[in-house]
């Protein structure tokens, strides 16, 4: 399945920038790469793995994945989406929870001494203080 990935890497100039599209060409799965040197992004679409894009780019370069999404959306979708705009809005909240819940699941699986610590401060009780959580 093809996957549009889109990277922010601090590449200077012309060597380095073929320099980080060289490292990256080298995975299995792409299509097209590109970089925007203006705005200093990064941008893969194809079969590859992001986290694998990234690993290899932060062997040289500060890189961060920005987006990751399907290649292209059929243009039947986009008609639809014309039509059912409140159900949208309705069916993306709903859709980034689950994928914020699954996404902290796998990290759970990844990173199993993982805590989480909630704390619960009302700004009322002490408004001069300061929180670092």
């Known amino acids: 399945m093809a996957q549009k990935l889109v990277i922010k890497v601090d590449v200077h100039d012309e060597k380095e920038k073929r320099k980080a599209m060289k490292a990256v060409s080298r995975l299995g799965g792409i299509e097209s790469l590109a970089i925007d040197m203006k705005e200093k992004k990064?941008?893969?679409?194809?079969?590859?793995?992001?986290?694998?894009?990234?690993c290899k780019l932060r062997k040289s370069w500060y890189a961060e994945i920005l987006t990751v999404g399907p290649a292209k959306e059929p243009e039947k979708k986009k008609e639809e989406g014309k039509k059912d705009d409140a159900k949208k809005g309705d069916d993306k909240k709903k859709d980034e929870e689950k994928q914020i819940a699954e996404l902290l699941k796998l990290y759970k699986n990844y990173n199993p001494?993982?805590?989480?610590?909630?704390?619960?401060?009302?700004?009322?009780?002490d408004p001069n203080s300061c929180v670092i959580i």
Do not use: I, K
């Open 42 to 54: 990064l941008t893969v679409v194809g079969g590859v793995d992001p986290v694998h894009v990234v």
């Open 113 to 125: 001494y993982c805590t989480q610590y909630y704390h619960v401060y009302s700004a009322e009780e």
